[in-house]
C-alpha cells in the first residue's frame, strides 16, 4: 500500500468527493457554519469539483470541509479563505496538516513493521540454535584461544581465504639458493564479515527484538518523539539482523567436516612454523 492509498483508507484523502457521507446538496453556502473542520482533501482527474462557497465547478483540488458536527460541504483554499476567514482557514489547515503528518509517520511504522515481521519470525525459530553457535565460538576460543585466535584474524585479513604461504627454490647455486615466496589458496570461509561479531550474536539478537516490541507499543498512536527514534533505530536494526544472519552462514561454512579438515591441517602447519623459529622445541612449545 503505498502513502496515498494509506491516506485514503484512513478518509484523510479522497478521490470521489461526491461520494461521501452527509455531503451537502449541490447549493451554495452562504451562511457561515458555526463549526469547521478540515476533514480531508480532494483531487479530482477528469472534472472540476462543485464548490459550495462560490457555488460553480471550478475546482480540481479541494477540500472536504466538516461543518456543524456531521454536515460536508466542498470547497477550494482560497474560497475557504474569503468564507470562513483567513484566521480560521490557517487553523483548520495546520490542525490538518498535523493529522497527515501523524498519519504519515503512522504509515512508515507500518512499512518497517512490515518489513521487520519476517525477521522476527525468523529469530524467534532460530534464537536456541544461536545461542547455541554462540556459546560454541565462546568456548571454543576459551580452550584454544592462539590457534582460533590466529585463524580467525588470517580469514578477517584475507577477505575469507586461507592462504598458505611456501618458498619455493627457483634458482641460485649450491652455496645460496633463491627462493620466492608463493602464495596458494587452501579454501575459504564465508562471509568473512561475520568473524568480529562470531561472539556477539545474542547481542544483535536482543537489538532485534527490542525494536521489534518498540515498533509493535507505538504503531497506534505515536508521538512525534517515539516516531523519531523509531526511524533512527531502524537502519541499526536491518544491519544487526544481517549481521546475525552472516554469522549463522559464516559458522555452517567453518564447520562443514571437509573444510574441518582443511582447517585443521593448516593450523598445524602454522603451529610447526611457529616452532621451527624456536632454537630448541620443549615439550611445553607442543
Ligand atoms: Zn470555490
Redo the contacts with the bound molecule.
Sequence with gaps: MDFRAYLRAERLFTETPYEQIGLLPKERVTAVPSEVVFDNFYRSQKERIY??????H??LN?ITGLVDGDKRML??S??AKEFFGAETAKLCAGESKQRTRRAHNRYVIQVIANSIEPIEGWLKSYRPLLTHIESAWVEMLLKHEKPVAHLLTHLARNNGRVVETSHVAVGGNAKQLERVEQHSIVTHVSPSSAIPYLKQIIQRVTLVEAFVYAVQSVRTEPTDQMFANLAAKHQKTLEAAEVVDACIAFTRDFFQPSKLILLASWMEKERKKRLSHLAEVKPQNL
Design positions: 464548490c459550495h462557497i462560490c457555488g460553480g471550478r475546482h479541494g470547497f477550494g482560497s474560497c
